[in-house]
């Protein structure tokens, strides 16, 4: 509170300051009047990685906006690799960039030290950025009505395939539409149908051979384990919030099902097969698997390579949903200058200075006129290579409409429980264990590191 009376003094003294000098233009960004004319000079500090395109992206977001802001100078630092251990470095230097994007559960670990601002302060007040104005699950918060950070951009996943193959053997696509979505009875057909051996036997053949797949149907990353768990309509945590939910038997089956792609109906390939396979978009455009249970932003690479590509909403156990997933944008709590960072802020955040990456597949925007209003929905999810037919509906609509944050969003003490937790998955998709075997074994000791969930 007493920040917040320090802000709001602080903006009441510029736009004093402004009034002293008739030639000022005022700025008025989120409630708070920023005079350019009557400020000194102010230096930023922003922090984030990426690839060479993203970089060249926050580069020229940037210049766009000290060009509207001239007072205001942002200096950034790239740190493609080591990125948390730079930021630590930083910090322990007292030179905290003022903003930066985050690691999720770093951000969340980092707010609960006292390292990072709580955004509440500017959310709560500002008539552009706000909890309404946002897309669901964009905001980050570490207790309640105390907001770590804000999604630079949102990211969910869909059920990518390649068309040729579809319309070569005479097989429907994957439907677009939430209500439409495939049973997984009938996903585990469709890759079935498209799982070739050496022979040319699909895998409903008796003479099928799964020891030397030429084509697979559908392939998919093992961190996504969790993916279908929402799908089932439950969640990896107690509903009373006590503990992990690891022998929920929807839980249990909604991670079984993937394993079984792999093991039963032989769909997929195993991590070890994997290893044989190139890299997602090239498995799709050389025809090596059909379908790619994967994240928008392989879109970028799909269009950017001229793949002949679909995507359709993921298949559902009860219920159509999709997970979402991006990480946030946060502001240090030892800014000099939290007025002009949080202006800075909703900058980057705005899909308008950043659109090519929007259009070009790899981001989504996060303010949620972008999702209904037409002339803002033309800007970036019309149908270009980046954004194929049916993009609207199988995953712009439905990130908007059945998005559920991973839970790497609200866990607590996270990285403790994943040490324990993967290596169990990894003997689950090596075929070794089943799932419920492989939960039961780390239940006890998972229970020892559990400590609970933010909000």
């Known amino acids: ?185 009938e996903f585990v057909e469709t890759a079935k149908k498209l799982t070739i051996d050496r022979n040319g036997n699909d895998a409903r053949s008796p003479n099928f051979d799964p020891d030397h797949i030429e084509q697979y149907g559908v392939r998919f990353n093992t961190w996504m384990w969790h993916l279908f768990v929402p799908s089932n309509e439950t969640s990896i945590i107690a509903k009373d919030g006590s503990r992990m939910n690891l022998q929920d038997p929807a839980v249990i089956e909604a991670v079984q099902k993937l394993a079984d792609l792999i093991y039963v109906h032989h769909v997929a390939p195993s991590p070890l097969q994997e290893k044989n396979l190139p890299q997602p978009m090239l498995a799709l455009q050389s025809k090596k698997v059909a379908m790619d249970l994967d994240g ?30 991006g990480e946030p944008i946060v502001m240090s709590a030892t800014t000099k200058h939290p007025l002009e960072a949080w202006l800075f802020f909703k900058w980057l955040i705005d899909a308008e200075h950043a659109i090519e990456m929007h259009a070009s597949g790899l981001w989504m925007p996060l303010l949620k006129d972008y999702y209904t209003e037409p002339d803002l929905i033309a800007k970036w999810a019309e149908e270009r290579p980046g954004h194929p037919k049916g993009y609207e509906d199988a995953v712009m609509r439905q990130t908007l409409l059945n998005g559920v ?31 419920k075997q492989a939960f039961a074994d780390v239940e006890d000791a998972i229970d020892d590191v559990f400590k609970g969930t933010y909000p």
């Open 1 to 185: 509170m007493k920040r917040l009376v320090a802000l709001v003094i602080l903006a009441l003294a510029l736009i004093t300051a402004g009034c002293r000098q008739e030639a000022a233009e005022p700025v008025t960004d989120g409630g708070y009047a920023i005079t350019g004319g009557s400020q000194q000079p102010v230096t930023l500090t922003y922090a984030f990685w990426g690839s060479v395109n993203e970089r060249k992206a926050q580069e020229a977001m940037i210049a766009k906006f000290m060009e509207k802001y001239p007072w205001i100078t942002v200096k950034y630092v790239y740190a493609p690799g080591d990125y948390v251990t730079k930021l630590t470095t930083m910090y322990a230097s007292n030179r905290a960039p003022d903003v930066f994007m985050l690691y999720k559960h770093t951000a969340l670990q980092w707010a609960e030290q006292g390292k990072l601002y709580n955004l509440n302060e500017f959310l709560a007040t500002d008539p552009d950025i706000n909890e309404s104005s946002l897309i669901p699950n964009a905001i980050m918060s570490w207790d309640q009505g105390k907001v770590a950070g804000v999604k630079v951009a949102e990211e969910a996943f869909a059920l990518y395939y390649n068309a040729d193959l579809f319309e070569e053997a005479g097989i429907a696509p994957p439907p677009v539409k939430a209500e439409e979505a495939w049973t997984w009875d």
């Open 296 to 325: 928008q932003w392989i879109q970028l690479d799909l269009g950017t390579a001229n793949v002949n590509y679909g995507v359709g909403v993921l298949p559902k156990l009860k219920r159509s949903t999709t997970v979402q997933f």
């Open 405 to 435: 944050n991973s839970y790497d969003y609200y866990l607590k003490n996270i990285e403790a429980i994943n040490a324990i937790l993967n290596p169990a998955l990894d003997q689950v998709f090596l075929g070794k264990k089943s799932v």
